[in-house]
């Protein structure tokens, strides 16, 4: 079933009936399927080679090789590029880059000019950095089919735990911040201070440690002059009280004046009272609105 345009490429979520354990040539076959469906914008093929592929390689008991890394890599990216998951896909082809930096896309997959292809080139293979971690127990670890204790940073890989009999107990697609597979680490070998949840920079500096949750994080010290703030706020409180004051006498005066003369000494005590009160809000308002800006330009705290 051929569908045009391929940026209508859904990822499938349905998991292939098959079994484990897979073979090295089952994963090659995967790729080899999933890229010429691509090429000749079969949809439904191409998504039932990528769901199989994907599925073989937690499968995996053989030791990866870097190119056949390589190759899982630039599929995954075309999948989570046209599903829509651009970061990931950024990853992955940057991981097949670092694998194979003279690949060239060939234009009857990925033509110049397209995203996909741009994702890919813009990454310099020249600038590798990777994070430490912890050796196993027994057996050894491979990052892309390459045997060591070095995690690529920054871009994806394939992580596999090989028992004392060089067989992957575990293999596992893991993005730039997905934490490491739980395996049985040698003791005493992570450094003090280290939160090895990703690894840990090679040249002895710690990662930052997972991010807690709000309630726990230390409260933020105040950047403002608490006395000139809390000045502010009584002195606003006040200005509000004899402005509500003065509103009260000025209705009182109108409500009542036409019972006695307005140049009585009565009318004249109300007149005077409610001048005094708005007045005096507008003193209090002008001395609240002087202290806050104190408070958050003058520093210092007690």
């Known amino acids: 079933m051929r569908l045009l345009p391929v940026l209508l490429l859904l990822v499938s979520t349905s998991a292939p009936a098959q079994e484990c354990p897979a073979k090295l040539i089952d994963i090659e ?14 949809v439904d093929a191409f998504l039932e080679a990528m769901d199989a592929l994907n599925f073989d390689l937690t499968c995996l ?10 190759h899982i890599h630039r599929a995954n990216g075309i999948r989570l590029f046209v599903g829509g998951e651009q ?21 009857s997959l990925v033509p110049t000019g397209h995203p996909i292809r741009q994702l890919h080139d813009e990454v310099d293979p020249t600038q590798e950095h990777s994070l430490s971690v912890p050796p196993p127990r027994v057996g050894h670890l491979a990052f892309d089919g390459i045997r060591g204790v ?15 009999e060089g067989t992957s107990v575990n293999t596992t697609y893991l993005f730039a911040k997905t934490p490491l597979p739980a395996y049985s680490a040698a003791e005493n070998f992570v450094p003090e201070g280290v939160h090895p949840e990703l690894g840990w920079d090679p040249d002895g500096q710690p990662l930052p440690p997972p991010v807690k949750p709000e309630k726990n994080r230390p409260k933020k010290e105040a950047n403002y002059n608490k006395p ?5 706020i009584g002195g606003g409180v006040l200005a509000v009280g004899l402005y509500g004051g ?26 005077s009272r409610t001048n005094t009160l708005f007045v005096g809000s507008m003193v209090m ?18």
């Open 285 to 302: 308002g002008g001395l609240a609105a002087g202290a806050g800006v104190g408070a958050f330009t003058i520093q210092g705290q007690f």
């Open 150 to 164: 070095q995690r690529p940073a920054g871009r994806a890989t394939i992580f596999q735990n090989f028992d004392g």
């Open 29 to 42: 076959r995967q790729v080899g399927a999933a890229t010429s469906a691509f090429a000749g914008l079969d």
């Open 87 to 107: 970061q990931n896909a950024a990853e992955s082809l940057a991981a097949a880059r670092h694998l194979e930096p003279d690949y060239v896309f060939p234009e």
């Open 61 to 70: 008991e053989e030791p990866l090789s870097p190119q056949t890394a390589a």
């Open 246 to 271: 003065a509103v009260a006498s000025e209705a009182h005066f109108k409500s009542t004046s036409w019972a006695f003369d307005p140049y009585s000494d009565e009318a004249a005590g109300l007149r």
């Open 228 to 232: 000139l703030f809390f000045g502010m």
